[in-house]
């Protein structure tokens, strides 16, 4: 248990801190988030403490995840409160760095291929995104050297996208998918959330409703089906708007028009509430 948590904001410092772990032999889990935290987030230090040494936290909201511009300048950012809330959860350690010291020769991108992974879904509606996910990751790979690394569920394709960059960095860091904490109403935490007004919140609030009704359509009268009520019941509310619904092998992340025994599939949605994207996924079988 952690009886102070460090802060550093600069790389050569936390670098100087993990020799002093590794000289121990101890392991470390890192959990990467981009801040306005939630129990979403301090469920992945949980999972981290766990089953590791030291947790070490970074907040970094990434510039080149962000494929449009609004949302970067609108994301919530609140370093105080972060760094209060990963005290009390007793992680030992958060990095918070500036954008200049993560990326000290502009924003120049490296260019990951992940294939058809990056080109559906997230990948499709957010061009760039995952490349620029993945190259902030690779950094904070690079630095801290995790045993292990945890992420949400809730974003699903990231995890897999992240699987698929450890394989490209010839990595031995474990990567650790955890579930989705949700609201008593049953919608996703996000930092997202807190930008949503009092009436986007209770609409928002639709989402993980329709995703329930959904899963069970998609069961007894198929995928098409559901895909239609998601459609219709989206098209209802004046505020939402449907980025899109898909059903998906949720190993490959490929189409699914029927749902088999053999393959696991998983319903997946981005939709718009006022200005807000939120993202959602339930598993179906
Ligand atoms: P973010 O700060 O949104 O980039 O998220 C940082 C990490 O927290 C990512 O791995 C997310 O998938 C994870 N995360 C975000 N929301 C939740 C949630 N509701 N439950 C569990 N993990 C979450």
New binding site residues.
């Given amino acids: 248990m952690a009886l102070l948590m460090l802060i550093f904001t600069k790389i050569s410092e936390l670098t100087g801190y993990l020799s002093q772990i590794n000289a121990q032999n101890k392991t470390v889990g890192f ?8 129990d ?2 301090v ?2 230090i949980r999972y981290s403490k766990n089953t590791c040494d030291y947790t070490i936290c970074s907040v970094f909201v990434n510039p080149t995840q962000f494929n449009d511009k609004s949302d970067l300048d609108r994301y919530p950012r609140m370093p105080e409160k972060d760094a209060a809330l990963l005290k009390n959860a007793y992680c030992d350690a958060l990095f918070m760095p500036l954008v200049n010291e993560m990326y000290p020769d502009s924003l120049l991108k490296e260019n990951y291929d992940f294939g058809y992974l990056d080109k559906v879904l997230e990948g499709a509606h957010r061009p760039g995104h995952f490349n620029g996910v993945a190259q902030i990751v690779s950094r904070f790979f690079d630095i801290i050297k995790p045993d292990k690394a ?6 699903y394709q ?1 995890v897999m996208i992240i699987k698929a960059l450890v394989k490209q960095m010839n990595s031995s860091i474990e990567i650790i998918a ?5 609201d008593p109403d049953g919608l ?4 997202r959330n807190a930008l949503l007004s009092k009436e986007e919140r209770t609409t928002a609030s639709r989402i993980p409703q329709i995703m329930k009704v959904a899963k069970n359509l998609t069961a007894t009268k198929g995928i098409k089906e559901a895909k239609l009520f998601v459609e219709q019941e989206i098209t209802t509310v004046p505020s939402m708007k449907l980025d899109y619904f898909e059903i998906c092998n949720a190993d490959s992340l490929n189409t699914l028009t029927e749902l088999t025994s053999q393959i696991s599939a998983i319903a997946l949605i981005a939709v718009y509430v006022g200005k807000i994207r939120l993202i959602d996924n339930v598993e179906l079988n």
């Fill in positions: 959990v990467p988030t981009m801040g306005a935290l939630h979403g987030h469920s992945l945890f992420f949400g569920s809730k974003d990231q955890c579930p989705i904490l949700r996703a935490m996000s930092s």
